[in-house]
């Protein structure tokens, strides 16, 4: 992003203008409540370590790749992408998360989200972490995300997100066509930018890009995030953030298409084809 201005915190002056430096910071959301994760009762071909892990519904603590876990593997990712400065966002009754980063030498901050308020408190929680005007990326903990997407995100050095094809995440990834139906689609410009976000669509164009929360934020998003009312299910969302941050505060997201597919990590069914994906990379 670039802006106009005199005076300016962390960023490279240019004529007059200052742009964000590369963003090296990621935020991981990692407080959910793991419902279905809990709920579900197909146990197929687990081991016993990922039996107990899915009754706890603690998503980023499963193994996934031998003794590897699902943040384990984010973080490696994280870290091949440029964004080596790691944030977990956790419930205050996450320990064993903090134990795991302990004894595998996580270098992450944390922060606390008191209650699952949804995905835009989460944000908020962590808001004593960003400094100044840098830009941050914002991913989920139960997504595996491709590294060069991520790069390219990186690289725009603005408010962003990726777009997936609907037809790469089927090919690519383990989400059945069924479940990426429900997922959020993308309205973009002709120029690019994000202009509109789907919620739950009735129908799905075949070209729509696809939302799967993966988000380079400016500081912006904190005050959106304040402001918003909770959704229909009393939660206080990302997107709908991201709506009152274009519409009320002339924030624009430039929309990075990816043909690349996600592993994606919902429920006890997901566990044995996550590992397949890895094992096989």
């Given at each position: 992003?670039?802006?106009?201005?005199?005076?300016?915190?962390?960023?490279?002056?240019?004529?007059?203008t200052?742009?964000?430096?590369?963003?090296?910071k990621?935020?991981?959301?990692?407080?959910?409540?793991?419902?279905?994760?809990r709920?579900?009762?197909?146990?197929?071909?687990?081991?016993?370590?990922?039996?107990?892990?899915?009754?706890?519904?603690?998503?980023?603590?499963?193994?996934?790749?031998?003794?590897?876990?699902?943040?384990?593997?984010?973080?490696?990712?994280?870290?091949?992408?440029?964004?080596n400065?790691?944030?977990?966002?956790?419930?205050?009754?996450?320990?064993?998360?903090?134990?795991?980063?302990?004894?595998?030498?996580?270098?992450?901050?944390?922060?606390?989200q008191?209650?699952?308020?949804?995905?835009?408190?989460a944000?908020?929680s962590?808001?004593?972490?960003?400094?100044?005007?840098?830009?941050?990326l914002?991913?989920?903990?139960?997504?595996?995300?491709?590294?060069?997407?991520?790069?390219?995100?990186?690289?725009?050095?603005?408010?962003?997100?990726?777009?997936?094809?609907?037809?790469?995440?089927?090919?690519?990834?383990?989400?059945?066509?069924?479940?990426i139906?429900?997922?959020?689609?993308?309205?973009?410009?002709?120029?690019?930018?994000l202009?509109?976000?789907?919620?739950?669509?009735?129908?799905?164009?075949p070209e729509?890009?696809?939302?799967?929360?993966?988000?380079?934020?400016?500081?912006?998003?904190?005050?959106?995030?304040?402001t918003?009312?909770?959704?229909?299910?009393?939660?206080?969302?990302?997107?709908?953030?991201?709506?009152?941050?274009?519409?009320?505060?002339?924030?624009?997201?430039?929309?990075v298409?990816?043909?690349?597919?996600?592993?994606?990590?919902?429920?006890?069914?997901?566990?044995?084809?996550?590992?397949?994906?890895?094992?096989?990379a």
């Amino acid at each position: 992003m670039v802006r106009k201005c005199t005076l300016f915190i962390r960023g490279i002056e240019v004529k007059g203008t200052y742009m964000y430096k590369p963003p090296s910071k990621a935020i991981v959301l990692a407080r959910g409540l793991g419902t279905r994760m809990r709920a579900d009762q197909v146990e197929a071909e687990l081991s016993e370590e990922q039996s107990r892990i899915a009754a706890q519904g603690i998503k980023a603590l499963m193994p996934v790749l031998g003794e590897m876990t699902m943040l384990e593997v984010i973080v490696h990712r994280l870290y091949d992408s440029g964004f080596n400065e790691v944030c977990l966002v956790i419930g205050p009754e996450h320990d064993a998360i903090r134990d795991l980063c302990r004894r595998k030498q996580i270098n992450a901050d944390f922060a606390v989200q008191e209650k699952a308020l949804g995905t835009a408190d989460a944000v908020l929680s962590a808001e004593n972490l960003i400094y100044g005007d840098e830009l941050f990326l914002v991913v989920n903990s139960d997504n595996l995300y491709p590294v060069d997407s991520l790069r390219r995100l990186r690289a725009i050095n603005r408010a962003g997100l990726l777009g997936f094809e609907r037809e790469a995440l089927i090919a690519k990834g383990n989400i059945p066509a069924e479940r990426i139906a429900k997922f959020a689609t993308l309205e973009v410009g002709e120029d690019g930018y994000l202009s509109r976000i789907a919620e739950k669509p009735e129908s799905v164009e075949p070209e729509s890009l696809i939302s799967m929360n993966a988000w380079l934020f400016s500081p912006m998003i904190f005050e959106a995030c304040r402001t918003i009312e909770p959704s229909i299910r009393n939660e206080y969302e990302i997107a709908s953030a991201v709506e009152y941050a274009m519409t009320q505060l002339g924030e624009r997201y430039k929309v990075v298409p990816s043909d690349e597919g996600v592993l994606d990590l919902s429920s006890r069914a997901d566990i044995v084809s996550v590992s397949r994906f890895l094992e096989a990379a």
